[in-house]
């Protein structure tokens, strides 16, 4: 992996350091070169005749995406966030009253929320499971609740928005297949920066967005759909001519598909840079990804722990890019004024995105690091002196 290569492709690495691809990470050239030509193309010769010159081009992201997650083309849907292709998967389950969801304290905002309006809508109940002291799941209890309660979905965030913790995704997975119960995992977090293999994992759906450690455009994202779902005839609540063939004036017939799970209309230009994107990582190698972020983060946190009255605030035996803390003498809002005035990228994570979280840590807001990739040891240790204030 040739990082002064890639920082070169990157053109947003030249007068910042970037630390938000848990956000909105920055693009390589070749991706805004394929969305900016295809939509000055389409300018010129309109939507309907840029699909069609283009269709290898929208065919590739499929085989480029199931070569990243280890699975079938057949298998993948493109969607327009990783919250549509959740939303999606979710609508296929037929909950009823008493049905019960096993999640996590660390599962998304946006996933809490619909899980909350599942409960009002249907009736179905929530259920969190336990987390050890080191902030990992308590495997053991959760398996319990699983036989106990045998939910209709087990919902994870394989890395939780406003955390650095990596969650035990293939460990949940064996227990939901041990006793055949659909599993949806929300990987918006973890597809771009670590190896993601549905195989491995076992899920029956996940869901994943461009724009974060992907290195995607806006507005992309795509959903994985296991045969075993497919097999069952799961699709979403609402379908459109993509997703079904309209047989008769009153009946329809699947996509066989994980297509069945798109919507018709989306952008051209989308879907081609995602297309790139996805191929792009492949080609530098999530592997090689996976190794150099952890090296790179590793570096950083034990930096950071000698910054005197900086806190570390993320828990867990398996940590990733994302990286939240606090000060005991500045406010969060004084320590961004300090990485602003430095040209320093970053966000801020907010209580109300970490209702359980952060009460835990006894903390309303902390501030979000995410490296990647294209980031060096050198920008880090600057970061390091900066916050050293």
């Given at each position: 992996?040739?990082?002064?290569?890639?920082?070169?492709?990157?053109?947003?690495?030249?007068?910042?350091?970037?630390?938000?691809?848990?956000?909105?990470?920055?693009?390589?050239?070749?991706?805004?070169?394929?969305?900016?030509?295809?939509?000055?193309?389409?300018?010129?010769?309109?939507?309907?005749?840029?699909?069609?010159?283009?269709?290898?081009?929208?065919?590739?992201?499929?085989?480029?995406?199931?070569?990243?997650?280890?699975?079938?083309?057949?298998?993948?849907?493109?969607?327009?966030?990783?919250?549509?292709?959740?939303?999606?998967?979710?609508?296929?389950?037929?909950?009823?009253?008493?049905?019960?969801?096993?999640?996590?304290?660390?599962?998304?905002?946006?996933?809490?929320?619909?899980?909350?309006?599942?409960?009002?809508?249907?009736?179905?109940?929530?259920?969190?499971?336990?987390?050890?002291?080191?902030?990992?799941?308590?495997?053991?209890?959760?398996?319990?609740?699983?036989?106990?309660?045998?939910?209709?979905?087990?919902?994870?965030?394989?890395?939780?928005?406003?955390?650095?913790?990596?969650?035990?995704?293939?460990?949940?997975?064996?227990?939901?297949?041990?006793?055949?119960?659909?599993?949806?995992?929300?990987?918006?977090?973890?597809?771009?920066?670590?190896?993601?293999?549905?195989?491995?994992?076992?899920?029956?759906f996940l869901a994943a967005t461009g724009r974060k450690f992907l290195r995607g455009p806006r507005g992309t994202g795509f959903l994985y759909v296991s045969d075993r779902a497919l097999e069952a005839?799961?699709?979403?609540?609402?379908?459109?001519?993509?997703?079904?063939?309209?047989?008769?004036?009153?009946?329809?017939?699947?996509?066989?598909?994980?297509?069945?799970?798109?919507?018709?209309?989306?952008?051209?230009?989308?879907r081609l840079a995602l297309k790139e994107a996805v191929k792009y990582a492949n080609h530098v190698g999530m592997a090689n990804i996976q190794e150099y972020n952890a090296g790179l983060m590793a570096?950083?946190?034990?930096?950071?722990?000698?910054?005197?009255?900086?806190?570390?605030?993320?828990?867990?035996?398996?940590?990733?890019?994302?990286?939240?803390?606090?000060?005991?003498?500045?406010?969060?809002?004084?320590?961004?004024?300090?990485?602003?005035?430095?040209?320093?990228?970053?966000?801020?994570?907010?209580?109300?995105s970490a209702r359980i979280d952060f009460p835990k840590k006894n903390i309303e807001s902390a501030v979000r690091l995410s490296p990647h990739y294209f980031n060096t040891p050198e920008e880090l240790?600057?970061?390091?002196?900066?916050?050293?204030?």
């Amino acid at each position: 992996m040739d990082i002064n290569t890639i920082r070169k492709e990157t053109r947003g690495c030249t007068d910042k350091i970037f630390l938000n691809s848990a956000g909105s990470s920055l693009v390589t050239d070749t991706v805004f070169d394929i969305m900016m030509n295809s939509l000055t193309e389409e300018a010129r010769i309109g939507g309907y005749a840029l699909a069609s010159l283009n269709q290898e081009g929208i065919d590739d992201f499929y085989a480029e995406t199931a070569k990243l997650l280890n699975c079938r083309l057949e298998n993948i849907a493109f969607q327009t966030s990783a919250t549509d292709a959740y939303a999606k998967a979710i609508s296929s389950i037929e909950f009823k009253t008493g049905d019960v969801i096993l999640t996590t304290d660390d599962d998304y905002v946006s996933n809490q929320i619909s899980f909350l309006s599942l409960k009002k809508r249907f009736g179905i109940k929530i259920i969190r499971a336990v987390t050890r002291s080191d902030g990992d799941l308590d495997l053991v209890a959760f398996e319990e609740l699983v036989k106990e309660h045998q939910p209709k979905l087990v919902a994870l965030t394989h890395i939780p928005t406003s955390s650095g913790l990596v969650q035990a995704a293939e460990e949940v997975g064996a227990i939901c297949r041990k006793y055949n119960t659909w599993y949806l995992v929300d990987a918006c977090q973890s597809v771009g920066q670590l190896v993601v293999d549905v195989q491995k994992i076992g899920c029956d759906f996940l869901a994943a967005t461009g724009r974060k450690f992907l290195r995607g455009p806006r507005g992309t994202g795509f959903l994985y759909v296991s045969d075993r779902a497919l097999e069952a005839g799961l699709a979403p609540l609402i379908i459109d001519m993509i997703g079904a063939e309209w047989t008769s004036a009153d009946d329809y017939k699947l996509e066989p598909t994980a297509k069945r799970f798109e919507f018709w209309e989306s952008s051209i230009a989308g879907r081609l840079a995602l297309k790139e994107a996805v191929k792009y990582a492949n080609h530098v190698g999530m592997a090689n990804i996976q190794e150099y972020n952890a090296g790179l983060m590793a570096q950083f946190r034990n930096q950071l722990k000698q910054v005197k009255g900086l806190n570390l605030q993320d828990r867990g035996t398996q940590l990733s890019n994302i990286l939240t803390f606090t000060m005991d003498q500045h406010t969060t809002e004084e320590i961004a004024q300090q990485l602003r005035e430095h040209h320093v990228y970053f966000s801020i994570t907010s209580l109300c995105s970490a209702r359980i979280d952060f009460p835990k840590k006894n903390i309303e807001s902390a501030v979000r690091l995410s490296p990647h990739y294209f980031n060096t040891p050198e920008e880090l240790e600057k970061v390091v002196t900066i916050l050293d204030f």
